[in-house]
């Protein structure tokens, strides 16, 4: 019902910059909280940040405070998470997750693919 696509990941040096977004398509009648998670190599999945639909965002990961930021386009259904000064050990594949309101009183989790993001050292 919901299809959540990533893009934005791809390879940079430590230090640089990545955008990823995250656009949410399908038969919703709102998106609510979106988010974006990690998962790096060996590791569990971990919530990076989080914005409710009024835009309150939050930077949950304390390592990326400062360096990350979170930020959502409601008219396009489509969430962002910019990373600045990136490190290697933000290497991971990046999750998008929605809440969406798919029907009268029903509300469901919606996860994209994923997109993977490398840092070289």
């Known amino acids: 019902q919901v299809q959540l696509v990533e893009s934005g990941g791809g390879l940079v040096q430590a230090g640089g910059s990545l955008r990823l977004s995250c656009a949410a398509s399908g038969r919703f009648f709102m998106i609510t909280t979106m988010s974006w998670y990690r998962q790096a190599p060996g590791k569990q999945r971990e919530v990076v940040a989080t914005i409710t639909r009024g835009g309150d965002g939050s930077v949950l990961e304390d390592s990326v405070k400062g360096r990350f930021t979170i930020s959502r386009d409601n008219a396009k259904n489509t969430v962002y998470l910019q990373m600045n000064g990136l490190k290697p050990e933000d290497t991971a594949v990046y999750y998008c997750?929605?809440?969406?309101?798919?029907?009268?009183?029903?509300?469901?989790?919606?996860w994209g693919q994923g997109t993977q993001v490398t840092v070289s050292s």
């Open positions: 997750f929605a809440s969406a309101h798919v029907r009268f009183g029903v509300t469901a989790p919606y």
